[in-house]
């Protein structure tokens, strides 16, 4: 196994890497809208939000040599199901190859984030 890790999304912020390679494949940790550079979440609301939380998940597929196209499981979990609408709308833009997915409502997610996004890539045998 090999761990993941890049500057370009926020650091782990408990006892767990951005990523594991294991047997060609990244499971990689939930990114929730944290602007790496700053810390800070991101202003705004659930598009803003998840926005940068599938570009925080696509710096980690980016560390590990994957793209979103490499994704073949998403995992998304929104602090509000009114919010998935608008949500999706944001999600279709980068996950374009439709991987399978679960989308779930959870009661409080970190720092009181809306969303939180974490992926399953296949990687290239080059």
């Known amino acids: ?3 993941v890790s890049t500057t ?3 650091a782990a912020i408990g006892p767990y890497s951005q990523g594991i390679i294991a047997k060609g494949m990244l499971y990689a940790s939930g990114q929730i809208p944290i602007i790496p550079e700053t810390g ?3 202003e705004g609301g ?5 926005h940068q939380a599938i570009k925080n998940a696509g710096a980690v597929l980016e560390a590990a040599g994957a793209g979103y196209g490499d994704v073949v499981k998403t995992t998304c979990f929104l602090a509000d199901m009114n919010d998935f609408s608008a949500f999706n709308a944001v999600y279709e833009q980068y996950f374009t190859g439709k991987p399978a997915r679960s989308c779930v409502a959870v009661k409080t997610l970190p720092k009181n984030v809306l ?3 974490e992926v399953v890539a296949v990687l290239s045998e080059d």
């Open 40 to 42: 800070s979440i991101i």
């Open 46 to 50: 659930i598009s803003e939000q998840a």
């Open 8 to 10: 370009k999304a926020p």
């Open 1 to 3: 196994m090999k761990t």
């Open 115 to 117: 969303c939180e996004v």
